[in-house]
């Protein structure tokens, strides 16, 4: 089983900054993609940003040129750093990884227990 972990979460004025991170731990063959999505009431759960096993990141329009997504493969840990955060911005943000937990398993997308942003002045 894959644990997920992130932190950083809180409350921000408008065009300040935060910065999430996601730990991965427990049983871990292989991570593929991880990444953030958000969920702000009355909205359905939209992608923030994600990363490959290569490098490859996406990003969801509303936040390109504001948030970076990064990932430490050594520590199974990606981490978003949200610059120039609207009060849109507020939601609550879960981690996920693509993860293969053991060798010949199945892929698996993992979710954290997410955490509030909330953007306010």
């Known amino acids: 089983q894959v644990q997920l972990v992130e932190s950083g979460g809180g409350l921000v004025q408008p065009g300040g900054s935060l910065r999430l991170s996601c730990a991965a731990s427990?049983?871990?063959?292989?991570?593929?993609?991880m990444g953030w999505y958000r969920q702000a009431p009355g909205r359905q759960r939209e992608l923030v940003a994600r990363?490959?096993?290569?490098?490859?990141?996406n990003y969801n329009d509303s936040v390109k040129g504001r948030f970076a997504i990064s990932r430490d493969n050594a520590k199974n840990t990606v981490y978003l750093q949200m610059n120039s955060l609207k009060l849109e911005d507020t939601a609550i943000y879960y981690c996920y990884v693509d993860a293969q937990p053991t060798a010949g398993a199945l892929r698996y997308d993992y979710w954290g227990q997410g955490t509030q942003v909330t953007v306010s002045s």
């Open positions: 427990g049983s871990i063959f292989s991570i593929y993609a």
């Open positions: 990363v490959t096993s290569g490098g490859t990141t």
